[in-house]
């Protein structure tokens, strides 16, 4: 399939889904004949989100060996004016950086929703051992939501926002401060996103008689290591500052290390 459109980032994103469900009880499980898009796209869309990422960090290498001052001073002595600093290219990468990010987020968010929909799942109502006197993971859920719906704002492109200063000398300007800036923000409410999917596909693992691949293992091994199954309701914020904190530092990154990284 990703040979015939291979964009870098779908063929790479697509080998290291491969390579984290080697072995898996559940990959051939029989079900459906197609898949909804946020798990059947992911290949595609994240691979678009890898290959901005890439992009984003070419352009910023560039501009990390160039000379940007106003006026530059030439070895011969020759001082000329210029446009050097103008940061247009760092504000399409931090724009660039902002849309990847939100569709993470977004995309994941809609794989948690599925989860918790028994169904689609097969598994209990929103992943409560004993649903309907637990509510299990029915209000991440609607974090998850808000925080999608609060980076969708802020993942707006900065660039398109100009505002002429100094007496319309500086007439167009390119707002790449403000948007590298709430790269910061956006980055953390997708850290928690991402940290509530792991929750539920934690619990969606522990709830399920078959096993998962060896790489999938460790990732849940990682997190029940610091937050326990959710065997019946309780305070939840603890589980997921903790498990936004494993997205955050990478522990469940790096223990994934000899998986992923070869192929992206």
């Not at 290959?51 to 106003?70: G, M, P, Q």
Request: hydrophobic share 45%; with cysteine.
């Amino acid at each position: 399939i990703h040979a015939l459109r291979p964009h870098q980032g779908q063929r790479d994103v697509a080998r290291a889904l491969q390579r984290l469900l080697e072995g898996s009880g559940i990959r051939h499980r029989a079900g459906r004949t197609q898949d909804p898009y946020s798990f059947r796209c992911m290949p595609q869309v994240q691979g678009a989100c890898l290959d901005a990422l890439r992009h984003a960090a070419s352009i910023l290498e560039v501009e990390a060996r160039s000379v940007t001052d106003n006026p530059l001073i030439f070895d011969g002595g020759d001082v000329l004016s210029g446009g050097n600093f103008h940061a247009e290219p760092v504000a399409f990468a931090a724009d660039h950086l902002a849309l990847a990010a939100v569709e993470t987020g977004s995309i994941s968010e809609r794989r948690t929703t599925l989860l918790l929909d028994a169904d689609f799942s097969g598994l209990p109502p929103f992943l409560a051992e004993d649903a309907g006197l637990n509510s299990g993971f029915m209000i991440t859920q609607v974090t998850a939501a808000a925080l999608v719906a609060e980076s969708r704002q802020m993942a707006h492109p900065a660039v398109v926002d100009s505002i002429p200063t100094s007496a319309n000398q500086e007439d167009h300007v390119s707002m790449a401060t403000h948007g590298a800036r709430r790269l910061l923000p956006l980055s953390g409410n997708i850290h928690a996103v991402i940290a509530i999917e792991l929750l539920a596909a934690a619990q969606a693992l522990d709830l399920l008689a078959l096993p998962s691949s060896p790489a999938l293992e460790r990732a849940r091994a990682v997190i029940r290591e610091r937050i326990p199954r959710l065997a019946q309701d309780r305070w939840l914020k603890p589980d997921l500052e903790a498990a936004t904190a494993l997205v955050a530092t990478r522990a469940v990154i790096d223990c994934l290390e000899s998986d992923i990284l070869p192929v992206l």
